[in-house]
């Protein structure tokens, strides 16, 4: 299966370099569903009114998610 989850705006620390912290289950809904899935991303770049001005590929495995036991 697959699950869509909505854009985050990732946070400036400097020198061109962005940081985001993801936790799996509050930020992306059904993670829990499966016993193991695969996190993908993409940067989607916009301007200051927020017209999309550049998109990267779907990077396929950023990390391996794994559920945890109960």
Request: aromatic share 10%; net charge negative.
């Amino acid at each position: 299966g697959r699950t869509e989850w909505s854009a985050m705006a990732m946070n400036p620390t400097g020198d061109d370099m962005f940081t985001e912290t993801l936790d799996s289950e509050s930020d992306i809904p059904g993670f829990n569903m499966w016993i193991s899935s695969w996190l993908q991303v993409q940067f989607v770049a916009e301007d200051a009114q927020g017209v999309e001005i550049a998109r990267s590929p779907v990077f396929p495995m950023v990390a391996e998610l794994a559920r945890c036991p109960r």
